[in-house]
C-alpha cells in the first residue's frame, strides 16, 4: 500500500525516519481530497445532465437548503481541516528537534555552494558526511543570500538564512547517496548548487572520521585531486575536455584564454590562483561569472596542490607543446558587471 | 422609448474615449490593456516553458530565464490579475447592477486607469532595459545584491498599486452610497458583494505593498540596509511585510472569480443562488480572515514554530468559506434550468479547477507536508490551478456571459466550447504533471534539472502550447464577433441579473428610467419580476 | 434642498479637546521619567491611542458622522493591530540560539595533512 | 457665495457630501496603512533588539520632539476652528486661520530640519550609514533607519498637508466655503488631522520609551 501510493505520487525514496509518517499523511490528505472532489464532481455532472435545459420548462422553483445541512457541511469540513491541522502541526514540531543525541554538522551555503563541517571531524565542500541509523543535527547559515538546504529523499528542508542559525534534523535509515537541492531561489547559479548526502554505516563513518585526518600525503597533484573533489570544484569542472559549468581543466595551464572583456591571458599559476580566489576578475568567454570564491576557504597549501593537480591534466598534444587554447568562445551569455561573487 | 444613442456611440473618436468619465467605456480601455497584459505575460509563460523542455540548455542562459519568470510573475499578477476583473467587469457592471449612474467619482476612475497605464510603462521600460531576476517576491537579500536593474520594476509595481487602491476606493464608496431605491445590502448582486470585499482588501493591503516596494528599493540602490544582517537587519522581517500583503493579493485575484461565477452560475442555470447569505458573508469573512494567514508562506523560513502554528490553523479556517461557496455553486444547479453554453462550460471548468487547487492549497497548510511542498513545481501547481485555473476561466466565464451586455453582440456558440474544451484539456496536460514534478521534489525557479524529471515537463509544455491555442481562438472570434456578431438584444441569457435590467448595450447614464428594487436578483421562481 | 440637521462639533467642543490633548501630552512627558518598567512602552501607546481617538472624534467629526466611516476606521485599526501582533511575535518566540554555537569560521576547513 | 454643484450620480446634496467624507476616511486607513507596515517593522525589531532600542531612543532630542507635538496638536485646533469659521461663511477668518496653521506646520519641519542635522553631525545615519561611535550597537543602526523612514514619510506627509491647506486658504480667502460648500476644507482638513495622529504615535516611539 505504502509502495503503490508512493509511486502513484512519484515521491521518492522514504530514506529517513520522518519520511515514512510524513507521507502517510500525505495518503490520507489526497485520498480524503480525492473522495469530495469525486462527489462533488459526480454532483455537479449529474444536475448537468439532469437539469440541463430543457424547452417547456423555464421557471424553476425557488429552492433554499435547510440551516442544519450547511451547519453539518461546514462543521464537518471545520473538524476534518483541524484534525489534518493537529497531525500536520505535531509532525512538523517533531521535526524540529532531534530525539536525543545527534552528530551536529554546520552548513554554510553561498552562492553557490554548500558548505559541510562536521562538528566531530572535517569540513568540505558539496559532500555532507554523515552515519546511518543517528539523528544528524544541522546548524544552517549562509553568507550571503538565503538559501534552502532541501533532500527530497529525506522529506526535509529549511532556510540558511545570513546573519541568523537555522536548525533542522534527521535520521537516515541506511547507507547510500542523497541529492541536495537548493530550494530558494538565489540567483543564476541556483539550480545548480550542488550537494550531496553520503550516508555511512556506523562503521564506515567511525573509520571515515579516523582515516581523513592521515590521509592526505603523497605526491602534491593527487593531493589537489582529493581537494578538487572535496571543494566542489569538480561539480562545475571537468578533467577529460568536455565543457561542465565552467570550462574544462584538460589542457588549460599554459593555453590562452579569451575572456568575456575581449583581452587574453596566458594561464600561469597566479591566473589559475586569482581566478580560484576572485573568479569574477577575469571571466572566460562564453561562461557565465558564476564561479564561487575561495577566497578564505581554501588554504595555501591546498590551493598551491590545485595548481598543480590543473598542471598535471594535459592531453598529449599539450604536453608536446602544441598551444591549445581550450576556452573556446561558445554562445556567450550577457556580461554581468559588478557581480559579486558572494564573499564578504 | 427614445433612440438615445447607446455609449458606444454616444459620442465617437478616439478622443472622446482617451478622455471619457463613464464606467463603462473606462472598463473596456481596461478591457484591452488588461488582456494585453495577458498576452504579455503568456508570451514570458510560452518561453519559460520551452526553456524547461530540456534538463540543460533549451535556448536560453540562465540569467535570462530567471528574469523571463520574474517579468511572467510580475506582469501576470500585478498587470493582469489584481486589475482584471475588478477595473474591467466590476467598472462595467457594478454601477449598473446598483441601479446607478456611475460610480461615485467618475474622475478618479479615469485617473486609476492613467495611473494603470503609467505604471505598467515604467515596469515594460524595466523590461526593456533588461528586467529584473528576483522573482515576483522580491526576496531580500538577494533582491538587494543582485546586479540586475530592481528599480525600475519595483516602482511600477508601486504605481500600478495606486491606480489598484483607486479604484478600490471608489468601488467602496458607490457601493455605500449609490444603491438605487430599494437595494438594501441583503438585495445587492453577489458580484457586488464580492467586489466589495475585493476593493474592502485592496484598500488596505496595497499600502503594505508599497511600503515593501519602497524598502526594497533603499536596501537595492542605497545599500540602506533595513532588512541586511550586516547591519543588524532581519531578511524574515522582509518577508512577513510582503506576505502580509500579498496573501490577502491571492484573495484581490480570486475573489472577483467568485464574483462572476455566482452571476453566471445562477443566470445559465436560471435559479436563485443556494443560499445567498452563505455567498455574500464568505466574500466578505474572506476578506478579513484572508489577513490573518500570510506566514503560511513562510514555514521553512526560520519563523518561530508558534507562528507556524497560527498561520497554519488560520489558513485551514480561510478555505472555509471558499468551502462553503463551492458547495452553494453547485448547490444552485441542482433542480435548475441549465443551459449548456460557453460562460457555464467555465463555469464547470472553474468549479474542478479552483477544487483542486484550493484542496491543494489546504493540503500545503499542514505545516509538515509543506516543508515537502514549499517551492517546489507542486506550488506551482497549486497557485496556477487557481490564478488560472479559476481567475482566467471566470474571466473568460464572464467575458462570454457579458459580452451582449457590453457589446450587444452575439459570440459564436460553437467556437466558444471548443475554445473552452482546448483550454480545459490543456491546462490539465500543462499542470497536473506539474503537481507529479513537486512530489518528485523538483524545485522550482530552476533553470536546469535532474534528467528524471524531463517526462513531465515535456508534458507540461506541450499543454502550454494548447492552452495557447485555446487563447487564440478566443481572441479571433471575438474581435470577428465585436464587428460581424449578430445582434444579441437586450437579454439574449434571459437572466434575472440586475444588469440585464438596462439595455444592451447601456445608454450613457445607463438607465431610461431609474430602477427601483423591490426584491433580490436572480429569483427566477417569479413568474414576472 | 433636503437639508440634513448636523449636529456638529462647537467651537467649544474643539478648544476642550485642545486642551485635553496638550494635558495627555504632558502626562506622557512626565510619566516617562517616572520608572514604569515593562508597563511603559503599553502606557505610552495607550496614552497615544486615546489622543488619537480624540482627534478623530472631535476634530475629524467621526461622532457625528454615519456607521459607514466608522467601520472603515475600525477595520484599519484591528487590522493594524493584527499586522504589529503577529509580526512582533515571531521574533519574540523564536528559539535563541544563546548558546553558544561553534561558528564554522572562514577558512575554517581544517588542512587535511 | 460657491455653490457646490450636485453631481449626476448622485440622488442629493447630503449623500454628495458623505461619498466625500467617506471616500477620504477610507483613503486615509489606506494610508495609515502605509505607515503601518513600518509600525509592525518597528514592532519587530524593537523585540529583537530591546536593550538597543532604549538606549537608542536617548540619543534623539526629547525637547524638539515634545516641542513639535505641542506645536502639531496646536495646529490641529487652529484648523478644526477654522472650518467653523467657513461654516459661519467667515472666509477670511477661515483663510487667516489656515495660514497660520500653514505657519504652524513650517515650524514643525524647520525643528524637524535642527534634530536631523544635529544628528548628521553626530554621524546618527541611518542603517549601513550609522557612524555614531557611542553606542556602536546593530539595533541602534536599526533603530536610526527606522526614526528617519517614519519621520521622514511623516515630514513628506507634512509637506503635502502644508500644500493642500494652502490651496485651502486661498480657496476660504477668496468666499469659496459656506453652511454647504464646505467639502473641499474639511477633506484637507481631515487630512491634517490624520498627519497629527500619525505623530502621537511616532513621539513616543522614537523619544519617550526608553
Ligand atoms: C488566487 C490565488 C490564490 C488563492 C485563492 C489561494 C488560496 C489558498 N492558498 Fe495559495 N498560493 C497562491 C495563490 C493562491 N492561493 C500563490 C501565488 C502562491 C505561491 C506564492 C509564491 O511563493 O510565489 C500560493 C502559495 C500557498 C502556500 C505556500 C506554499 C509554499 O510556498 O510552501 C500555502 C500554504 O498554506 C497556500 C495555501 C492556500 C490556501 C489554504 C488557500 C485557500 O484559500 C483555498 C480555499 C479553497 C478551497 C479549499 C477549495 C474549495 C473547496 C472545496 C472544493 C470543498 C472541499 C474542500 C476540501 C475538503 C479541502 N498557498
Ligand atoms: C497570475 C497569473 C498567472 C498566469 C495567468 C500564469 C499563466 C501561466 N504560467 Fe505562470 N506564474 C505566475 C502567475 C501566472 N502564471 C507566478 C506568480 C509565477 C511565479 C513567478 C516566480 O517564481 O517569481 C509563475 C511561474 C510559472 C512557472 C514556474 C517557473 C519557475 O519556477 O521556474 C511556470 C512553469 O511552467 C509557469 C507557467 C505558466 C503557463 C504555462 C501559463 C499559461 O496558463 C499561460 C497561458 C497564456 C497564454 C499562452 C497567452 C495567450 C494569450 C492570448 C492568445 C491572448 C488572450 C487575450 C484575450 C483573452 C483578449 N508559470
Ligand atoms: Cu542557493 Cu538557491
Ligand atoms: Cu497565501
Redesign the interface.
Known amino acids: 500500500m505504502n509502495e503503490l501510493m508512493r509511486r502513484l505520487?512519484?515521491?521518492?525514496e522514504q530514506a529517513s525516519t520522518i519520511a515514512g509518517p510524513?507521507d502517510r499523511?500525505?495518503y490520507a490528505?489526497?485520498l480524503a481530497?480525492n473522495l469530495?472532489?469525486l462527489v462533488?464532481?459526480a454532483?455537479?455532472l449529474w444536475?448537468?445532465v439532469r437539469?440541463?435545459?430543457?424547452p417547456g420548462?423555464?421557471?424553476?422553483?425557488?429552492?433554499?437548503?435547510p440551516v442544519w445541512l450547511?451547519a453539518t457541511?461546514?462543521g464537518g469540513?471545520?473538524a476534518m481541516?483541524?484534525l489534518?491541522?493537529v497531525?500536520?502541526?505535531?509532525?512538523?514540531?517533531?521535526?524540529?528537534v532531534p530525539p536525543g543525541e545527534a552528530v551536529e554538522v554546520?552548513v554554510?551555503a553561498k552562492q553557490w555552494m554548500w558548505?559541510f563541517?562536521n562538528?566531530e571531524g572535517?569540513?568540505?565542500?558539496g559532500v555532507m558526511t554523515v552515519p546511518a541509523g543517528r539523528p544528524v543535527k544541522l546548524?544552517l547559515?549562509s553568507r550571503?543570500?538565503?538559501h534552502?538546504f532541501?533532500v527530497?529523499?529525506f522529506?526535509?528542508?529549511?532556510?540558511a538564512?545570513?546573519?541568523?542559525?537555522?536548525?533542522v534534523w534527521f535520521e537516515a535509515r541506511e547507507p547510500g547517496r542523497h541529492?541536495i537541492?537548493?530550494?530558494?531561489?538565489?540567483?543564476?547559479?541556483?539550480?545548480?548548487m550542488p550537494g550531496e548526502v553520503v550516508v555511512l554505516s556506523g562503521r564506515d563513518y567511525d573509520a571515515w572520521l579516523a582515516g581523513?585526518r592521515v590521509?592526505?600525503?603523497g605526491d602534491l597533484a593527487a593531493?589537489g585531486q582529493?581537494?578538487a573533489a572535496?571543494q566542489g570544484c569538480l561539480g562545475c569542472h571537468t578533467v577529460n575536455g568536455t565543457r561542465g559549468l565552467g570550462p574544462t581543466w584538460r589542457d588549460l595551464y599554459g593555453s590562452t584564454v579569451s575572456l568575456t572583456d575581449g583581452s587574453r591571458v596566458t594561464a600561469d599559476e597566479a591566473y589559475l590562483t586569482e581566478s580560484m580566489m576572485d573568479p569574477q576578475a577575469k571571466v572566460v568567454a562564453g561562461y557565465?561569472p558564476?564561479m564561487p570564491s575561495y577566497l578564505?576557504?581554501?588554504?595555501a597549501?591546498?590551493t598551491a596542490a590545485l595548481v598543480q593537480f590543473i598542471k598535471s591534466i594535459a592531453s598529449e598534444a599539450a604536453r608536446a607543446g602544441a598551444p591549445s587554447p581550450t576556452a573556446s568562445p561558445g554562445t556567450s551569455?550577457?556580461a554581468?558587471?559588478?557581480?559579486?561573487g558572494g564573499d564578504? | 422609448m427614445s433612440a438615445e444613442p447607446d455609449y458606444l456611440h454616444a459620442t465617437r473618436g478616439l478622443g472622446s474615449w482617451l478622455t471619457t468619465t463613464d464606467h463603462k467605456r473606462i472598463g473596456i480601455l481596461f478591457l484591452w490593456t488588461v488582456s494585453a497584459a495577458l498576452l504579455l505575460g503568456g508570451v514570458f509563460a510560452i518561453l519559460l516553458r520551452l526553456e524547461l523542455l530540456t534538463p540543460g540548455r533549451t535556448f536560453v542562459d540562465p540569467m535570462t530565464y530567471n528574469r523571463f519568470f520574474t517579468l511572467h510573475g510580475v506582469i501576470m499578477v500585478w498587470m493582469f490579475m489584481i486589475p482584471s476583473i475588478p477595473t474591467s467587469f466590476g467598472n462595467f457592471m457594478l454601477p449598473i447592477m446598483l441601479g446607478a449612474k456611475d460610480v461615485a467619482f467618475p474622475r478618479l476612475n479615469l485617473a486609476s486607469w492613467y495611473v494603470y497605464l503609467a505604471g505598467a510603462a515604467i515596469v515594460l521600460t524595466g523590461m526593456v532595459l533588461g528586467g529584473t531576476d528576483t522573482g515576483w517576491t522580491f526576496y531580500t537579500p538577494y533582491s538587494s545584491k543582485t546586479p540586475a536593474d530592481v528599480a525600475p520594476v519595483v516602482l511600477g509595481v508601486f504605481v500600478l498599486g495606486v491606480s489598484t487602491i483607486i479604484t478600490g476606493i471608489n468601488f467602496i464608496v458607490t457601493t455605500h452610497t449609490l444603491r438605487a431605491r430599494g437595494m438594501t445590502w441583503h438585495r445587492m448582486p453577489l458580484f457586488v458583494w464580492s467586489i466589495y470585499a475585493t476593493s474592502v482588501i485592496q484598500v488596505l493591503a496595497t499600502p503594505v505593498l508599497g511600503m515593501a516596494l519602497v524598502l526594497v528599493a533603499l536596501d537595492h540602490a542605497l545599500a540602506l540596509g533595513v532588512f541586511d544582517p550586516a547591519a543588524g537587519g532581519d531578511p524574515i522581517l522582509y518577508q512577513h511585510v510582503f506576505w502580509f500583503y500579498s496573501h490577502p493579493a491571492v484573495y484581490i485575484m480570486v475573489l472577483p472569480a467568485f464574483a462572476v461565477i455566482s452571476e453566471t452560475v445562477c443566470a445559465l442555470s436560471h435559479k436563485n443562488p443556494a443560499s445567498y447569505r452563505a455567498i455574500a458573508y464568505s466574500s466578505v469573512g474572506i476578506a478579513f480572515v484572508g489577513f490573518l494567514t500570510w506566514g503560511h508562506h513562510m514555514f521553512v523560513s526560520g519563523m518561530s514554530a508558534l507562528d507556524v502554528g497560527v498561520f497554519s490553523v488560520l489558513s485551514m479556517l480561510v478555505a472555509i468559506f471558499s468551502a462553503i461557496k463551492v458547495f452553494a455553486w453547485v448547490g444552485t444547479m441542482y433542480r435548475g434550468s441549465i443551459a449548456f453554453r460557453t460562460p457555464m462550460a467555465y463555469v464547470i471548468a472553474f468549479l474542478v479547477l479552483f477544487g483542486v487547487g484550493g484542496m491543494t492549497g489546504v493540503a500545503v497548510a499542514t505545516a509538515a507536508l509543506d516543508v515537502h511542498w514549499h517551492d517546489t513545481y507542486f506550488i506551482v501547481a497549486h497557485f496556477h490551478f487557481i490564478m488560472v485555473g479559476g481567475t482566467i476561466t471566470a474571466f473568460l466565464a464572464g467575458l462570454h456571459y457579458w459580452f451582449p451586455k457590453m457589446f450587444g453582440r452575439l459570440y459564436p456558440e460553437r467556437w466558444g466550447l471548443l475554445a473552452a474544451a482546448l483550454v480545459f484539456g490543456g491546462f490539465l496536460l500543462t499542470f497536473i504533471p506539474q503537481f507529479l514534478l513537486g512530489n518528485a521534489g523538483m524545485p522550482r525557479r530552476y533553470y536546469e534539472y535532474p534528467e528524471r524529471y524531463q517526462a513531465l515537463h515535456v508534458l507540461s509544455t506541450g499543454g502550454s502550447w494548447l492552452i495557447g491555442v485555446g487563447l487564440a481562438v478566443t481572441v479571433v472570434y471575438l474581435v470577428w464577433a465585436l464587428r460581424y456578431g449578430p445582434p444579441s438584444g437586450d437579454n439574449p441569457w434571459g437572466s434575472k441579473g440586475f444588469e440585464w435590467l438596462a439595455p444592451s448595450p447601456p445608454p450613457p447614464h445607463n438607465f431610461h428610467e431609474t430602477p427601483v428594487i423591490t426584491h433580490g436578483p436572480h429569483e427566477y421562481f417569479r413568474p414576472e419580476a | 434642498m433636503a437639508h440634513r440637521v448636523h449636529v456638529h462639533v462647537s467651537v467649544g467642543g474643539y478648544v476642550a479637546t485642545w486642551i485635553a490633548l496638550l494635558a495627555l501630552t504632558t502626562l506622557t512627558l512626565l510619566l516617562s521619567f517616572v520608572h514604569l518598567g515593562p508597563f511603559s512602552t503599553p502606557i505610552a501607546l495607550v496614552i497615544a491611542a486615546g489622543k488619537a481617538l480624540l482627534v478623530a472624534l472631535f476634530f475629524m467629526h467621526l461622532v457625528e458622522q454615519r456607521a459607514a466611516n466608522w467601520l472603515a476606521l475600525l477595520a484599519g485599526v484591528l487590522l493594524l493591530g493584527v499586522f504589529v501582533a503577529l509580526a512582533a511575535a515571531d521574533p519574540a518566540t523564536r528559539p535563541t540560539t544563546d548558546e553558544p554555537i561553534r561558528p564554522p569560521a572562514a577558512g575554517s576547513a581544517r588542512p587535511l595533512s | 457665495m460657491w455653490e457646490p454643484t450636485l453631481r449626476f450620480q448622485f440622488e442629493d446634496r447630503a449623500k454628495q457630501a458623505h461619498a466625500a467624507r467617506l471616500g477620504m476616511w477610507v483613503f486615509l486607513v489606506s494610508e495609515m496603512l502605509l505607515f503601518g507596515a513600518l509600525f509592525a517593522l518597528y514592532a519587530a525589531y524593537r523585540t529583537t533588539y530591546p536593550a538597543a532600542f532604549a538606549g537608542a531612543t536617548r540619543l534623539t532630542d526629547l525637547t524638539l520632539g515634545t516641542a513639535n507635538t505641542y506645536v502639531l496638536v496646536t495646529s490641529s485646533l487652529v484648523v478644526a476652528l477654522s472650518l467653523a469659521a467657513a461654516r459661519r461663511a467667515l472666509g477670511r477668518l477661515a483663510g487667516g486661520l489656515l495660514a497660520l496653521a500653514l505657519a504652524m506646520g513650517a515650524l514643525f519641519l524647520v525643528l524637524k530640519g535642527v534634530e536631523y542635522s544635529a544628528h548628521f553631525r553626530e554621524g546618527l545615519y541611518p542603517g549601513t550609514y550609522y557612524r555614531y561611535a557611542g553606542m556602536p550597537d546593530r539595533g541602534a543602526q536599526v533603530f536610526f533607519s527606522l526614526y528617519y523612514l517614519m519621520t521622514g514619510l511623516h515630514a513628506l506627509h507634512v509637506l503635502i498637508g502644508m500644500i493642500v491647506l494652502a490651496w485651502l486658504a486661498w480657496l476660504a480667502l477668496r468666499g469659496r466655503f459656506g453652511p454647504d460648500g464646505d467639502t473641499p476644507l474639511e477633506l484637507g482638513a481631515m487630512y491634517w488631522h490624520f498627519v497629527d495622529i500619525i505623530w502621537l504615535f511616532l513621539w513616543p516611539m522614537f523619544y519617550l520609551i526608553h
Open positions: 505520487l512519484m515521491l521518492p510524513l499523511l500525505h490528505e489526497f481530497l469530495i472532489a462533488l464532481g454532483a455537479g444536475f448537468l437539469y440541463r435545459r430543457r420548462r423555464l421557471a424553476t422553483p425557488r429552492f433554499t437548503y450547511e457541511f461546514i469540513l471545520l481541516f483541524l489534518w491541522f497531525l500536520g502541526y505535531r509532525q512538523y514540531l517533531g521535526f524540529q554546520y554554510t558548505k563541517a562538528a572535517p569540513s568540505a565542500v546548524i547559515t550571503d543570500v538565503i534552502s532541501y527530497p529523499d522529506r526535509i528542508k529549511q532556510d538564512v545570513p546573519g541568523r542559525y537555522t536548525t541529492q537541492l537548493c530550494a530558494e531561489y538565489c540567483g543564476t547559479g541556483h539550480s545548480q581523513e590521509t592526505g600525503e593531493f582529493r581537494v572535496d557565465p558564476v578564505g576557504i581554501l588554504e597549501p591546498e551569455g550577457p554581468t558587471s559588478g557581480a559579486d564578504r
